[in-house]
């Protein structure tokens, strides 16, 4: 079955970089993505990647996949406090009939 | 970008009444939502899956009987928790897929939550 992992903590200084990564299971994944969840909010969704892909990069964030190794993270550049939020990657097979998320990385910005 | 409105974001209850969240796509239609249960320190759970003029797919282990889901129309879903417990305390996020499946304007796009606390 399918299986999303991820570290719960990440702490980084203001204007750092952050790295956020997650491993998954299941080599038929078709869609992975990265959503961001702030306290008492839903989630938003901060990009995607295909799995015939393995980097795709938007402003700030970088999203890199080892297919192989069935790795994917993302890249925050120069890390701001407003990031400080939980950041789930999820996977989907077929679309999006089924998603299945991680645990969620918690990001803790220091100024 | 598009957005899911979903209300209330906070209700509290006492045990035995039910309860109903909304879920409304204010931009787009949505042929399909998704119901998601969140518990603390924990990832989404898929409930069920909702479609348009249909009866929704629940998931393994959630109870269709307690967790009634109407998607009447193309923008809004409801769920209604019946008979809430203590033990349905938890967080609810509806989404809302927009686009094609499998299409590259496939997007699925969350609603703000509800935090249900049944005394």
């Known amino acids: 079955g399918e299986d999303v992992e991820q570290s719960l903590f990440l702490s980084v200084r203001e204007g750092d970089s952050s790295v956020i990564n997650c491993t998954y299971t299941d080599s038929s994944s078709t869609y992975l993505y990265w959503y961001k969840q702030e306290p008492g909010a839903g989630l938003q969704l901060l990009t995607y990647i295909f799995s015939n892909m393995d980097m795709k990069q938007d402003q700030r964030l970088t999203v890199l996949l080892n297919k192989k190794d069935k790795h994917l993270s993302l890249r925050i550049a120069d890390t701001q406090t407003g990031d400080s939020a939980i950041y789930f990657c999820a996977e989907s097979i077929q679309g999006y009939q089924k998603v299945t998320f991680g645990t969620g990385t918690k990001l803790q910005v220091i100024p | 970008g598009a957005v899911v409105s979903q209300h209330p974001s906070r209700v509290i209850c006492k045990s035995g009444t039910s309860v109903k969240i909304e879920c409304r796509s204010l931009d787009f239609q949505a042929t399909t939502m998704f119901w998601y249960r969140q518990f603390p320190k924990q990832s989404l759970m898929l409930m069920a899956t909702s479609n348009e003029g249909s009866k929704a797919t629940y998931e393994q282990g959630v109870e269709k009987d307690k967790f009634l889901i109407n998607h009447a129309s193309l923008t809004l879903s409801t769920l209604t928790v019946t008979s809430a417990h203590p033990e349905d305390s938890s967080f609810y996020i509806c989404?809302?897929?927009?686009?094609?499946?499998?299409?590259?304007?496939?997007?699925?796009?969350f609603g703000s939550g509800t935090q249900l606390s049944v005394l």
């Open positions: 989404s809302a897929r927009a686009g094609l499946i499998g299409q590259s304007n496939e997007k699925l796009f």
